[in-house]
């Protein structure tokens, strides 16, 4: 009899891999546990039947996981070999000199005095492999690895299965493959770790079951406003004023960011396999070369994660900052692997550098242009000391405009909060209709095209068979015509990694981006009820008069800083999905066309009668 087993995590399929997409709580059966690297084969109650990782499910009756009831399998240490194809040679120096100087062409941002200057006209590709997985599809919708809930959004650290209405946090998906446990998470920096890396209350192992030993706090995606709230910005006697100071301008379409006059950017590239401790640990280093310097940094995926959770504390109760593409995906391994990864982290960081307050912060550019390992340490502790965090970085904002009116801010904030859920629903929806689009491309359809032409092919065998004289005119073009569709066939499986991929990605970056704005929109709201309170609050002698129009005025400084973050968010929200459009239209024309000459070609070849 087969055995049946819980569900323990969120699993989303990847397509093309056999994999089977399942819910927590989901009860499936075990058809296969002799699969091994991790895997089993299950059936879902619909009858569907996939792999899942082992270490998602477990046997009713406190049974542990499946991967310790399974068949055992020889303990290796991880073949880490192939890493070596990305090393590049000691004596070549020129190949990690690159001029970024004419990267990818930036959105226009909204109008300022000091306008940024235009940019190069090609775009680097954000990745081109359609089989990474972000994270899980939380919608409850179909297998969907694009319309994966963001945790922020990627690694799993504070997400919400629905970030608009829940605060529980998701299990992150796990990669098994080669160098998962070894690869980023061994402490390399400092004996003593770091703050952000010991939180006070309740954590989350990210990595899944057996990965890291980073711990990431549960209270609250902002620690330091977990801790106080909205009004330690706004009863603060004398907001402390940093030298990171953050100029808000009124500009045609409302208020917006001060934008630098030259366009950061940078180049995530060159990955290569480096050892710790005699070769027992390995990991993999990439090149980030900022256009600024045109000087290569060295970055491991933990530099990068750690410079995400800096840019969260310090910004993220006033900007969204969009996860890092998840450390650990399933189903892909090696090459692939590093390749996805690095694209991932390349298109990350773009959008790091185009926002003109997180890519000009002290944080980003001591990522991007640290001399040496001791500046580098020295620069990382000051970080991780910064107290202009959380809350606190409305302090250094300034906006050069007249104080709003409570109702306004009020009114501005719904209306935000109305468009970025309206989108974040409008974004799931064509996600999950291009994962069922880019299914039938890959499968059932490019099917057809074959069985027509395998068709056309076997009638013309069994004309040739008639020995009549004439016969060859027709049968010759039959075959040339059967051909034809079984290269069609191939075509439309082929079709979806040159134009639906780009705007898959598109999409499912900004559903990791729109799920952060729940939260930070949250802290404008909840500093929007203290600012309501303040009449009762001055009644118990809480607050006095004085304290109440300083709320007020504070809150106002905060709602500038939401209307400049929209701008800008809408800014690149136009640009990228003008480009990405125009692209995936391009190619699907080039698709039909291609399709209709070779149809042409095929009926040329009938003798008109």
């Known amino acids: ?44 109650s619909r009858g569907e039947v996939g792999l899942v990782p082992e270490d998602y499910i477990e046997l009713p009756g406190g049974g542990g996981n499946v991967g310790h009831v399974a068949a055992p399998v020889a303990a290796h240490a991880p073949d880490l070999s192939f890493f070596d194809a990305f090393a590049a040679p000691a004596n070549n120096t020129t190949q990690n000199q690159v001029d970024v100087g004419a990267c990818s062409p930036q959105p226009d941002t909204p109008d300022t005095p000091a306008p940024p200057s235009s940019s190069s006209p090609d775009e680097a590709s954000n990745g081109k492999d359609p089989w990474s997985v972000w994270n899980q599809d939380t919608t409850g919708g179909s297998s969907n690895n694009w319309a994966a809930q963001p945790e922020g959004t990627i690694t ?6 629905d970030p608009w209405g829940s605060t529980a946090q998701s299990h992150p998906q796990a990669y098994q493959g080669p160098g998962a446990e070894e690869d980023e998470w061994d402490d390399e920096w400092d004996d003593v770790k770091s703050n952000s890396e010991s939180g006070d209350g309740g954590a989350i192992q990210r990595g899944g079951a057996t990965g890291s030993s980073m711990k990431i706090s549960l209270n609250n995606r902002f620690p330091g406003f977990s801790k106080s709230g909205p009004e330690l910005f706004l009863l603060c006697k004398q907001p402390p004023k940093g030298k990171e100071k953050i100029t808000i301008y009124m500009g045609e379409v409302g208020p917006v960011w001060s934008y630098p006059e030259a366009q950061l950017d940078c180049v995530v590239a060159d990955p290569k396999k480096g050892t710790k401790m005699y070769g027992l640990k390995s990991y993999i280093e990439y090149h980030v070369i900022p256009n600024t310097t045109n000087r290569p940094v060295n970055h491991r995926y933990k530099h990068f994660d750690w410079l995400y959770e800096r840019l969260l504390d310090k910004f993220g109760s006033a900007i969204p900052i969009p996860s890092l593409p998840d450390k650990q995906v399933t189903g892909r391994f090696e090459e692939e692997f590093i390749k996805m990864r690095m694209e991932r982290l390349q298109g990350w960081m773009t959008r790091m550098c185009r926002h003109p307050v997180v890519s000009n912060s002290d944080v980003f550019q001591l990522f991007l242009t640290y001399k040496d390992e001791k500046d580098w340490k020295t620069g990382k502790r000051k970080a991780e000391k910064d107290e202009d965090v959380g809350v606190m970085i409305f302090s250094s904002i300034e906006p050069e405009a007249p104080d709003l009116d409570p109702i306004e801010v009020e009114q501005k904030c719904d209306q935000f909060s109305r468009f970025t859920k309206a989108m974040d629903d409008g974004v799931k929806d064509l996600l999950t209709v291009g994962q069922e689009h880019w299914k039938r491309c890959t499968g059932p359809l490019p099917k057809e095209y074959q069985r027509i032409g395998k068709a056309f092919q076997n009638l013309s065998s069994v004309f040739t068979s008639s ?31 040159k134009d639906l991929h780009f705007l898959m990605e598109n999409n499912n970056e900004y559903k990791g981006l729109l799920g952060c704005f729940p939260d930070t929109i949250g802290v404008h709201k909840a500093a929007i009820e203290k600012v309501k309170e ?48 125009q692209l995936y239209l391009e190619e699907q024309v080039k698709f039909y066309e291609t399709i209709a000459e070779k149809l042409k070609q095929a009926h040329s070849q009938f003798t008109t009668m």
């Open 467 to 497: 020995g009549y004289q004439g016969e060859a005119t027709l049968t010759d073009a039959m075959t040339s015509a059967g051909k034809t569709y079984e290269e069609i066939a191939q075509m439309v499986a082929e079709q979806p990694r």
């Open 156 to 161: 799993g650290k504070s997400a919400a299965p």
């Open 1 to 44: 009899m087969a055995n049946t087993a819980q569900v323990l995590y969120d699993f989303t399929a990847e397509p093309g891999n056999n994999e089977l997409t399942v819910r927590e709580g989901e009860t499936v059966t075990i058809t296969n546990q002799g699969v091994g690297g991790g895997w089993i084969e299950a059936q879902n």
């Open 534 to 581: 303040g009449d009762r609050l001055v009644a118990a002698s809480k607050i006095t008069p004085q304290d109440k129009v300083t709320m007020a005025k504070r809150v106002s400084t905060m709602s500038y800083a939401l209307q400049a973050e929209m701008n800008h968010f809408h800014s690149n929200r136009i640009y990228d999905y003008n480009r990405v459009m």
